[in-house]
């Protein structure tokens, strides 16, 4: 077996099963779950229809880069979405969904028969980022998130040495757990690092239609083309469907950047067998091609945290994200509790889960910048998600009372 197998440590969600173990919460009480960050709201039937209707696609082998069409599509929305012009053959490739493609693309940039090779992620930041790293033969250094400055990445914090040593350096912007955007004073000293130091850079951009103020969220690329990067050198960014257009199943998403590391990322993925199906390249068109349905969603969204965040920022430490649909929110002081202790009580008490903080980050240089905070994803409809949002206000107050 592989022994960086060995590395790897549980998903955050199966050491929320373990912190439950045992617990019975109350009947009376139906379950709801803030705890996964898996969209709830209805796949739109035009992407089901455009699905169904394109079966006779699997009679054929479909081609790693995808069809031109779909490739258009990719840049067609790059256009429309960030006002960029790029090539859809040379700067933009299909992928299975953002996850495998986090995964695959670490494999495809980290050097391993160099001395110490480092990935640099932020923490708190999604498991694979680490998993990738290690698998790749890689070791994680985790940049803390600062909560005073709207949970900026502490990019100064990193030593010289761990500069000279990274290869890839993951971001994610919005934000997961934090919600926060990367504005484009950040994303200028990431190119001026980048250029020193020659790493590559990830962005991780699958939250990005999920917005609250009037201006959408600064990309990677957009922010690389205003810069006068427009070679997009050393970056590739990723997006996805999954949470745009409520379509977690279909696994469908594209990354796009740098001509010479798409061009490599194609060799990888054609050894890989990451080819996207003929079904799902057409679902994928028909998706891409439209926004009304990005603008229902995100909607749907914007009226949900107007009536959730009141109500929980009333009790506790949390306030509207920049965009995503996560709410970043601190446990009261008073209580006492950790953030595992809180998401115990508060699922054996009034049958709400939520995710405890410390889960999504990791003990590094003496802290754990997840730790008394927890992540609630309000995926499900309004309705559902305020009566969690009151169950919760409830649990704290009663705590206080006690």
């Not at 373990?18 to 009947?27: D, E, K």
């Not at 926060?180 to 250029?195: I, Q, T």
């Not at 962005?203 to 201006?215: A, G, K, P, Q, V």
Request: aromatic share 12%; with cysteine.
């Amino acid at each position: 077996m592989n022994p960086l197998l060995q590395k790897l440590q549980p998903y955050p969600f199966e050491r929320l099963r373990q912190l439950f173990a045992g617990v019975t919460p109350p009947a009376d009480q139906a379950p709801i779950s803030l705890g996964i960050g898996e969209p709830r709201h209805p796949t739109p039937a035009f992407i089901e229809q455009a699905l169904s209707g394109n079966l006779a696609g699997l009679s054929v082998y479909p081609a790693t880069a995808g069809t031109p069409a779909l490739r258009e599509a990719f840049a067609n929305w790059l256009s429309t979405r960030y006002g960029l012009q790029v090539d859809g053959h040379k700067h933009t490739l299909p992928v299975n969904g953002s996850r495998e493609a986090l995964f695959a693309f670490t494999q495809t940039v980290v050097d391993s028969s160099k001395p110490d090779p480092v990935v640099l992620c932020p923490n708190p930041f999604y498991q694979i980022y680490e998993g990738a790293a290690l698998l790749a033969g890689a070791t994680p250094y985790y940049v803390p998130s600062i909560a005073s400055k709207n949970f900026a990445v502490d990019w100064a914090s990193v030593p010289e040495d761990i500069w000279q040593r990274t290869q890839l350096i993951f971001v994610c912007s919005p934000g997961n757990p934090t919600g926060a955007v990367m504005p484009l004073d950040e994303w200028k000293k990431l190119f001026e690092l980048s250029d020193r130091y020659g790493f590559v850079i990830a962005s991780d951009e699958c939250y990005s239609e999920i917005y609250f103020r009037d201006e959408p969220p600064l990309g990677g690329m957009q922010a690389a083309a205003q810069l006068g990067r427009s070679d997009f050198r050393r970056l590739v960014s990723f997006t996805s469907l999954s949470k745009r257009s409520n379509v977690p199943g279909l696994r469908s998403g594209f990354v796009a950047g740098d001509a010479e590391l798409i061009k490599a990322f194609t060799l990888y993925r054609t050894y890989q067998g990451g080819a996207m199906s003929p079904p799902v390249q057409a679902a994928s068109i028909a998706a891409w091609g439209d926004e009304r349905h990005v603008e229902d969603n995100r909607e749907q969204y914007r009226r949900k945290f107007a009536e959730v965040t009141p109500v929980l920022s009333a009790v506790m430490d949390v306030q509207l994200p920049d965009a995503s649909f996560y709410l970043w929110a601190g446990v009261p002081a008073y209580m006492g509790l950790s953030d595992t202790e809180f998401a115990r009580e508060l699922y054996a008490q009034y049958n709400v889960t939520v995710l405890p903080g410390s889960y999504l980050a990791r003990d590094f240089n003496g802290s754990n910048p997840g730790a008394g905070r927890i992540r609630m994803a309000l995926v499900a409809q309004t309705a559902e998600c305020l009566e969690a949002a009151q169950r919760i206000a409830q649990f704290i107050q009663s705590w206080k009372k006690a």
